[in-house]
């Protein structure tokens, strides 16, 4: 059951109709229903899971109370319980996403000198969403350690918090600090913030179901059949990649955020027009930024600060750090850790001229456009981030090295016409979901300012004209997903 299923508007539908008209204002009763149908959700994906996601969130609520009591006492036993309760969290992530990586790799060692090593691996299934859900955890913890927030006693509110359902499949990774606080508030049906949050429902919809499933359908394809495909047509399946997976996560971001607003919570953003972005630090401040956000406060910070007497070389070492975690966070690869160490080394001239951190406005051009300098910027960092895309969808490095291969092997030909039938309803789908991609992004230039495309609608002075924005959008919604493609989550897997 995904968040842009028929099957989850049914159950949504159940849990606000309770939710709103059987326990109206009931605060405790809200937050045991918002409970039961998180660990119900998490349940219908995976039953076998909900004990470990149980355990863990018992096991930090009373650490909680452990490091808290431990802060008025001994600082030396606050930090060791707080250590504890990161190798803790670390641990559960290594184990499910990184163990048998780790046999792996021993197998083909000792094949590799020789000798055969006399261990398999194990048949760990990975619990959806446990790269989210565990850092809210360790989070928890640090946050306590650190002052800046007090143990809460109600264990059914912090249950909810790493559990909500809106957001334990693929984020945003909200903060204890901002989650917890809505939760012991009094809720009531807020119809502005009702209305805004279905606008960002529908926005995220259209980005998932009609640009990234189409583009998906095409990418997917080519990608199964490298060896297949002409050079041109792979470069172009590059270019087209971050559309994608710009499309498919963000828009379950917005899907998540705008759930959570019918329910009266804000969650934290999670993008904010990442491709806008002229520099690499530009692009990653704006991209999956509550994991950037969250690795930035509790890894790059305290490594920058721990580094501070080696300069500029110890912020680099810092920095790199920073992003191969990021990209192993993704999983067990050593394409994903190259993925990672790629956008580490890109920082290294900025950090050099020291403009890491520096802002600057966008300069325009005709009709409010972005100015020549601005664009070449973009379409630079846009074009670096599509080459470490290529590893990361590649999930190997040799298929990243065949993928590439091919691209610059094979030049003649722009679609591979042997393995596409260009002039059916698959090609004429591709090129809808391309011309709708590149209109994204020029209504997301302009309203930039906005969280999402269609927050504002003040341009629209008729309520007519927004319904029929709302109409044309439901329909290209309702008819324009690809039936074969994108039938999950991209983010779902990590």
Known sequence: MTINSINFLLFFAAVFAIYYFALKEKTKAQNLLLLAASYLFYGIINIKMVPLLFAATLAFWLLGFAINKANESSEKR???????????????LVYFKYFNWFIESIIDFSRAIGLEANIHTLDILVPIGVSFFTFKLISYAIEIHRRKLTPT?????????IAFFPTIMAGPIDRPNGFLPQLAAKRQFDYALAVDGCRQILWGMFKKMVIADNLAAYID????????????????VALLYPVQLYADFSGYSDMAIGTSKLLGFRVTRNFNYPFFGR???????????SLTGWLTDYVFMPLNIAFRNAGKLGTIVAVTITFVLIGLWHGASLAYGLFGLYHGLLYIPMILMG???????????????PSLRDFAGMAMTFALVAFSLVIFRAGSVEVAWEFLQGAVSS???????????????????????????IAMFIAEWYTRHYEYVIANLGFLRSGAARMALYFFLLVVICTGKYADAGKIFIYQQF
């Open 411 to 437: 030049p003649a030909g722009f679609f591979d016409s042997r393995r596409f039938d260009l002039a059916g309803t698959y090609q004429i789908r591709l090129k809808i979901a391309v011309v709708l991609a």
């Open 78 to 92: 606050a930090f060791a319980l707080t250590a504890f309760g990161v190798a803790l969290g670390v641990g559960v």
């Open 355 to 369: 403009t890491m951190g520096k802002k600057r406005k966008y300069g325009t051009s005709v009709l409010g456009l």
């Open 279 to 289: 520099n690499i630090a530009e692009f990653w401040r704006n991209w999956h930024m």
């Open 153 to 161: 006693t109600d264990f059914v509110a912090f249950a909810t918090y």
């Open 221 to 236: 394809a080519s990608w199964s059949s490298i060896g297949d495909t002409t050079g041109a047509n792979l470069l172009f």
